[in-house]
Each structure stands twice: as C-alpha cells, then as structure tokens.
C-alpha cells in the first residue's frame, strides 16, 4: 500500500479516513496502520469523545481502576505513535466522486478510498442548572459506567422511557436506593420494565420535573415542580443519572446514503460494513452496548474489513 500522496498544501490522498476520534476511531487507526494502510484519524475536538468525561472507570480490561481522560489520552497517544490524527478538524460533508471520497474539513479537505464513521453518540441533556457544573460529581449519564460508585446510596434517574427503567433496575441491583423521576404522569417505558420496577420497589416520582440539580461540589439533590400542586420541592440525593434518550451523531451517514435504523444509528454487518460500498462504521454510532470495549472491538474489526476491501473488494 502506498503511504498516501501529498497534493498541493492541504489535500492528501488516503487508504482510510476515519472520522472521529474516540476508542472506535482509535482502535480503527492503529489496526490500519499496522495493516500497512496509509489512514489517518480525524477528530473535531481534542478526542476522546464521550469516554473522556467519565470520572471513573473500572469495567475496561487492563485497569481496575481508570479515569476516562487518562485512559482516553493513552489511547491517543498510541494511535499518534502509528499514525496522523488530526484534531480540531471538523468534517463538515463527505462527497464520493467516483471511486474516491471527498472530505471537506473547512480549510483542510482529504481524500480517501475508504471512510470509516466512528461519529459516536451524544446523550441528550436536560438543559437545567447544575447539569454541566456536576458532570462527574454525581451526576453521570450512565448507569452501566457509574452504578458501582453509589452502591448504598440515594440516586434519582431522570426519564419515564425504556433506558430510564432500565438504568433504574440497573442501579437498584447493584445497590443503591432508586427514585425514577418522570415529568408525565405515567412511564412510557414498556408493561414488562413497569412491572419490575414496581417489583423491585423502586420509587416512582410521577408528573415531576426536574427544574436544577442541585449541589456545589457535588450532587446533593433535586429541585422539582410538582405540576399537580404547581408548587417546586427539594429532594436530598447522592447522586443524578439523566436517562432522556441518546442522539447518534449520523448526519453524514444519512448524506452518504447510508441506512439508519428507526433510532437513527448506523445499520452494518458483522464485519462492520454499511450498505454503501467503502463506508464502515464502528462505535456509539452502530448502537448496541455503547461501551469502551465494545467501540475498541467494533473499530478493529472495521479496519481490518476495509483493508481487506482494499485488497480484494469484495464488491466485485
């Protein structure tokens, strides 16, 4: 494979491009470079992606214990040592001329053989005071990262759908003394998760809604609108998780022609191969278990499906 052709200042010719740079794109990119793939990661932000605002991590194998920023940057730092990641570059569209992909990044543009959208997802947020100033201080939007945190402990989940159930379950095995906290007067989470939440005695707060989370250095309740009596009230927590739904961040999929499944996430194979010819796509974005280990699993196994694309498309 040839390793990339520089034209003019800004334009660079490529194997792979893979767009985002959390565990999915890392992951992606050093299994291509060591495939002899002349790839590059392209990350809006500093990279890391939703794995770097978790506080503590202790479900990744290798580490029993791990801030996700620092786990993040070491998995910056070792696809750095095998290829180029290019942070702060925002993909602003992808276009396919051809047999070859356009992307315009605003002042820089690449070209690729082969894309992979390792985009991630974004948890939807409940914009009220105290949920940006907490994040990590007992507040957290994931149950399956952070329950093990507030075991024995008073937590409040935040939403009346399937994934607030689900979370609340999740925390009340593991632990914790639960109240989930929904703003209608009933759950529109399935009969099955109403039924076991009622089973497992966790308390329903109905027609409630969250007007600021409360706490200076951490989380230490709840003001709520009772929109029976109009009135707010105050309740004491350890901790807040907000469970209001997930957005993948799909949008260039959709321009690619990709397929979307009905909650917006990228529809691949087992090989992680979309249904438009060169475009994978591994991560938050595919759905599924939404982990570190998982989005590491499905990059590398996306990687190795465009090398072998590369080599012998199996479009033919």
Known sequence: ???????????????????????????????????????????????????????????????????????????????????????????????????????????????????????????????????????????????????????GKKVAVIGGGNNGATEALHLKHVGAQVSLVHRRDSLRAEKALRDRLVKDGIRLLLNMETKAILGEEKVTGLRLLNRRTGKEEEHDFDGVFVSVGVEPNSGLARSLGVEIDAGGYIKTDRKMRTNQRMVYAAGDVTGGLRQVVTACAGGAVAAMSAYEDIRTPYWA
């Open 1 to 151: 494979m040839k390793r990339g052709i520089t034209v003019g200042d800004e334009e660079i010719v490529l194997d792979l491009a893979i767009i985002g740079g959390g565990p999915a794109g890392f992951a992606a990119g050093i299994y291509a470079a060591r495939a002899g793939l002349a790839a590059m990661v392209i990350e809006e932000g500093y990279g890391g992606g939703q794995a770097s605002t978790s506080p503590w991590m202790e479900n990744y194998p290798g580490f029993e214990g791990i801030s996700g920023l620092e786990l993040m940057e070491k998995m910056k730092a070792h696809a750095e040592k095998n290829l180029p990641v290019e942070a702060g570059v925002h993909v602003e569209s992808v276009e396919k001329l051809g047999e070859i992909f356009h992307l315009n990044c605003g002042t820089k543009s690449f070209r690729a053989r082969a894309i992979i959208l390792a985009t991630g997802a974004r948890y939807r947020k409940i914009n009220v005071p105290g949920e940006g100033e907490l994040l990590g201080r007992g507040l957290s939007y994931c149950a399956t990262c952070d329950a093990m945190f507030f075991r």
